[in-house]
């Protein structure tokens, strides 16, 4: 049986959170989330055999949101023989679209924890698995060099659902190749512009991106999460493609950043392994590959 979580369990979510594992969630995260709303006790779901917990799914949304959007961790006690299809039921309670990331290295990308939860996640319909590329750049490197064949604007977010409109169009990216094929273009740049907005990165850095015709050439969002700054979205418009523009923006991304804070720095960034124009770009501006996310969508 399958329900959510009340007061009560608390210190039973706690104490399975507390054995390290492949899972986001941690106690310490698990605490401090519920009290931000990033975590809820609706959304925190609860395997039982009889009155006995055995499993346990947590999800993770945007504190201002109104549904959970990707889950953090999953739990099995261990006298589950095989988790997977209580995992799978887990993860059904939870209308999709849905995505379940992990977070590894590639040395351990073939564990059992994480193959069997990968397993539980395609039996429950989050069926595209795709490997993203993690990269980090710090203050410790030179910063990279600024642009001066294009200029940057601050714009409206109707200009940013324009622009991001135009460049989802023949992109490499796996989610918003998927956003498009299910709810069309242009509601697939509204939510993006929305999702972004809730980022915790100041709206304020987000620019626009000008060829010295005024054409406009893509857009730079350096923006941040809890855990710190990140590259937000790098996008260059199809017909501006093929002149490393994407540098230029991933750059810019990387300046603002770094003119914003007065301490030393670590810029994070996520790209999927098949996106090579922006694989190739990460490499060119110094940022170093550190891991692995696995996304199951
Ligand atoms: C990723 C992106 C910004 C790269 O743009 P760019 O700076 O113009 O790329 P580059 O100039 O370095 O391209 C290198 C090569 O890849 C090709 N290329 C670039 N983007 C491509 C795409 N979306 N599809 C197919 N080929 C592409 C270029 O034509 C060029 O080919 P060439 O070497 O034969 O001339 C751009 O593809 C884009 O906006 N994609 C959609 C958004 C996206 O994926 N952002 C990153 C999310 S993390």
Avoid at 277 to 291: Q, T
């Amino acid at each position: 049986m399958f329900r959510t979580m009340v007061e009560s369990d608390l210190d039973f979510i706690l104490a399975c959170l507390t054995e390290p594992s492949v899972n986001t969630t941690t106690r310490e995260r698990f605490a401090a989330y519920l009290d931000s709303g990033s975590y809820r006790r609706e959304w925190t779901w609860l395997a039982l055999d009889g009155d006995e917990p055995v499993g346990l799914a947590v999800w993770w949304g945007f504190p201002d949101g109104d549904k959970p959007l990707a889950l953090d961790g999953l739990w099995a006690a261990p006298g589950v023989t095989d988790p997977v299809p209580m995992w799978a039921g887990l993860i059904r309670q939870v209308p999709q679209p849905t995505e379940y990331h992990i977070f590894t290295v590639p040395s351990h990308r073939d564990d059992p924890a994480i193959t069997l939860r990968l397993a539980a996640a395609h039996e429950a319909g989050l069926k595209t698995l795709t490997e993203r590329f993690r990269y980090e750049w710090t203050s410790a490197q030179p910063l990279p060099e600024r642009t001066t064949r294009l200029t940057f604007e601050p714009a409206t977010d109707e200009a940013f659902v324009d622009a991001f409109e135009q460049i989802s169009v023949g992109s490499l990216d796996v989610a918003t190749r998927a956003g498009v094929a299910r709810i069309g273009v242009h509601a697939q740049a509204l939510e993006d512009v929305e999702d972004y907005k809730s980022m915790r990165g100041p709206r304020e850095w987000w620019r626009l991106a000008y060829d010295e015709s005024g054409a406009l050439v893509g857009c730079a969002l350096p923006s941040a999460n809890d855990g710190g700054p990140v590259v937000g979205y790098v996008g260059v418009v199809p017909a501006q493609r093929g002149h490393h523009y994407a540098d230029d923006l991933l750059a810019e991304i990387t300046w603002i950043i770094a003119e914003a804070s007065d301490g030393g720095i670590s810029i994070r960034a996520d790209t999927d392994s098949t996106n090579a124009p922006m694989v190739a770009s990460f490499e060119r501006l110094g940022y170093r590959r550190f891991a692995l996310r696995l996304v199951a969508s």
